[in-house]
């Protein structure tokens, strides 16, 4: 089993439309996950970061955590042709040091 | 205020020789990660360095290796390059402390590109 697992998609969603993204990770002890953004060719950009249980909101972006299941989850709102972009969840993985365990990215398209 | 930068922004190279790529943290930042990403292929962590020490090191051999100056920036080196690294190389900082096991955010640079011919 892979420490962290992301969709590769490619997802595509209508502009306007909400944008699922999910991750789940196998380390039970991770206690802080951050979302990345990267489009082709560029390094990976921050969205946002979440520590607790529940949602976190940031303008169009919501982050969920759930740790009892291992799942964090990011949605964006009103999704634009701009978000076309591959999404990486970074969970902090317990006993890794301070280096972050990078999913594969879910590949987003928003169509026009 | 200035992000994290790397130097060169390409750098092509040929099979056995030895490529240097550098990177400068964001003020402040004295913690400077170094990552792997192939084509196609998901970030791999390199290492991480703070305050001048190596931290800690991904699975990869010893011929990647790097270093620290006083001023925080950091240095990667690969010796005997192979055709399999090439790959874009990212470097990113984060603050030093970690509060109560909570990772610090790492601010990620532009990359440097490395083909092997």
């Known amino acids: 089993q892979k420490e962290v697992e992301q969709n590769s998609g490619p997802l595509s969603v209508p502009e306007g439309a909400i944008a699922s993204l999910n991750c789940t990770y196998s380390?039970?002890?991770?206690?802080?996950f951050f979302w990345y953004r990267q489009y082709s060719g560029k390094s990976p950009e921050l969205i946002m970061f979440?520590?607790?249980?529940g949602d976190k909101e940031d303008g169009r972006f919501t982050a969920q955590l759930n740790k009892a299941s291992q799942y964090v989850s990011l949605l964006i709102r009103d999704s634009q042709p701009s978000d076309s972009a591959t999404y990486l969840c970074?969970?902090?993985?317990?006993?890794?040091?301070?280096?972050?365990?990078f999913g594969s990215g879910t590949q987003l398209t928003v169509l026009p | 205020e200035a992000g994290v930068t790397q130097s060169p922004t390409h750098l092509i190279k040929t099979r056995g020789q030895q490529a240097t790529l550098r990177c400068s943290p964001i003020?402040?930042?004295?913690?400077v990660y170094w990552y792997q990403q192939a084509l196609g292929l998901g970030l791999q962590f390199l290492l991480w360095?703070?305050?001048?020490?190596?931290?800690n090191r991904g699975n990869f051999p010893p011929r990647f290796s790097g270093r620290q100056f006083p001023n925080y920036s950091s240095e990667l080196n690969v010796n005997a390059l192979e055709l399999e690294d090439s790959a874009l190389y990212l470097c990113?900082?984060?603050?030093?402390?970690?509060?109560?096991?909570?990772?610090?955010?790492?601010?990620f640079g532009p990359g440097t590109r490395l083909t092997v011919l």
């Open positions: 990113a900082s984060s603050l030093a402390y970690e509060r109560a096991g909570v990772a610090d955010t790492q601010y």
């Open positions: 380390d039970r002890g991770s206690q802080s």
């Open positions: 979440i520590y607790s249980n």
């Open positions: 970074a969970p902090h993985l317990a006993g890794s040091a301070r280096q972050l365990t």
């Open positions: 003020s402040g930042h004295t913690s």
């Open positions: 360095y703070d305050e001048g020490e190596e931290r």
